[in-house]
């Protein structure tokens, strides 16, 4: 019995569970949860302990005190409590004390649900409607056993066991209710044969899981890996600029502690983040063990009933987890963008007078730096450059609404060439999905755009929406903005959509004219232009913050600015 005992603890209260429920990933007596819920609810949402997401309360309309009692039983575990205290109990012969006879046991019949002695079990074979019945000696009788082969009445026809399941009604019947209540019921399988098709498919969730698993681990260890050489790298960078600044006159002094505040902020953000994703990574791999431990327990222990209970929602769970793992799993590595070099040191004096470093100021002044014109060959009207995208090599793609075409201004030195690839419909915003691809939103469509040794459209993606604004929160999920109806869409790069964002966790509206879109940290900025704000939202809903300041229109990060026909730099 030590054994089972561990299961059947409460992880809250280290008592046998009572009227235990199932909260996520976590199990818990209901008399917990509700003290959880006083304690830790806000706004009647929880956060499961393991993997961290945010449970709803199903009905906050109704009292509080209530609000444990209506999360799902877990009948699994309340079957288990009921077989074990059976066993632990005195076990006496049925028939002897209803005789008032002191009889001990010797097996147990599944049929009846009943203990016989010796005498009693060697009637019990001779009868002629019993000599089948499934019987066990008590002391090879587990637990488990005892839950499996238990059999289940109906409760309807209370004479009659539980062998047949409804899938149209997903419900466990009897033959007298498949031939009356469920007579126009298309779907009606043999409870065994529906079991066997949950168990098939937690075995390949399980099998899904563990494959999460390895991937966690990789994951997990490329993670700190990566976070141990940015703190490195940070180490070596601090020491690079310590030692030119003493190359260089006292007149320095104030730009080198603007540098080591900018290296500061650049590494210590991203130190905490990816130390911060390991340890999430940690946290999902810690609820993908959980899920596996349990699909181990429903799969060999449970009984037809538990199993089908238990195995969609578990298999939803997975869905999700697996989904998380992708998304963390794919936080590509940070670029350096503080380093300093030889030639550095050499002109530093020009370029702090340059760049208008001041004794005692924090601002940055800027200089145009050059200016050029989008207009090109083949426009039939004055450019609109909705958008800019700045790829990693420094050239520019430009989305032109007017003249329906994306524009790419390549660098070399001081030189730069132009391309131009027109498009079917009028584009509208860009977001670079990697080193050399864009995603660039158009009528109904998203076109992959790839610039290698020319501009190049990979690929046409048909949507069920107009989208406007575009931002990519991984090289496979993109976050789209809707103005008809108001929403910001999660998609991916077949188009088929994940999630909808349009409102707030009390049913309001988020937005009114969603546009552009940036993702900050895995967090989705919307500029609204009817409220005249910026809302922040992560990627289930939540609202980060809301930013009601000046903002301009037509900034768009990565240091470039565009409007009407000429692209400023600065």
Known sequence: MEDWEKMLKCPRCKKRFVDPKIVCCQRTCC?????????????????????????????????????????????????????????????????????????????????????????????????????????????????????????????????????????????????????????????VSSLANVAEEKKRMLKSAEKTIREGIE??????????SEGAEIAEIKK????????????????????????????????NKDIPQFNDLAKRMEKIKGAMKANTEFIAEL??????????????????????????????????KPKMLVKMDDLS???????????????????????LVKKMTTKMSGDKAIPDIRDIVVMDSGALLAIDNKNSCVKGIIFKGDQFSVQRLALKSQPWGGAKLQDNMIAVTGLKVFYIISLTE?????????????????????????????????????VDITGRRLRTIDQDQYGNQLFEMPGYLGNLGGRIVVSDRCKKALICVDQLGQVVFTYTGEVWTYWKGNGYMGKNQHLYQR
């Not at 991937?215 to 700190?224: A, D, G, I, N, T």
């Not at 222990?301 to 998304?327: V, W």
């Not at 040191?345 to 940055?364: D, H, I, W, Y």
């Open 215 to 224: 991937k966690c681990e990789e994951s997990s260890q490329r993670l700190k």
């Open 31 to 187: 008399e917990c949860l509700q003290k959880m819920i006083d304690n830790k609810a806000k706004n009647g949402v929880l956060f499961c302990k393991i993997c961290n997401r945010a449970v709803l309360i199903p009905d906050t309309s109704k009292p509080k005190r209530t609000w444990a009692r209506q999360f799902p039983a877990d009948h699994f575990l309340e079957n288990l409590k009921d077989a074990v205290c059976q066993l632990e109990g005195k076990r006496l012969c049925y028939v002897c004390d209803s005789r008032k006879q002191v009889s001990d046991a010797r097996v147990f019949c599944f049929e009846c649900d009943t203990y016989f002695c010796h005498t009693c079990e060697e009637a019990h074979r001779h009868m002629p409607k019993m000599h089948n019945h499934k019987m066990v000696q008590l002391d090879v009788l587990t637990p488990v056993e005892l839950m499996r082969n238990r059999k289940r009445s109906c409760k309807t026809h209370t004479n009659k066991s539980l062998e047949l399941f409804c899938k149209d009604c997903n419900q466990a019947i009897c033959a007298e209710c498949a031939s009356s209540t469920h007579q126009k019921c298309a779907n």
């Open 236 to 267: 070596q960078t601090v020491e690079e600029i310590d030692g030119a600044f003493h190359a260089v006159s006292d007149a320095l002094s104030q730009r080198k502690k603007k540098l080591m505040k900018d290296i500061s902020t650049h590494f």
């Open 454 to 490: 020319e501009l190049t459209l990979h690929n046409t993606v048909h949507t069920r929406k107009d989208y406007w604004g575009i931002c990519a929160l991984s090289p496979i999920n993109l976050a789209c903005s809707c103005k008809y109806p108001p929403c910001v869409d999660i």
């Open 299 to 332: 799969v060999n222990n449970a009984s037809d009933i538990d199993l089908i209970e238990n195995a969609d929602r578990i298999r939803h769970q997975t869905d999700i987890m697996l989904q998380q793992n992708a998304e963390v799993a794919e936080t590509p």
């Open 345 to 367: 040191v050499k002109n530093f004096v020009e370029l702090v007078s340059l760049l208008g470093a001041e004794v005692g100021s924090t601002q940055v002044k800027g200089i």
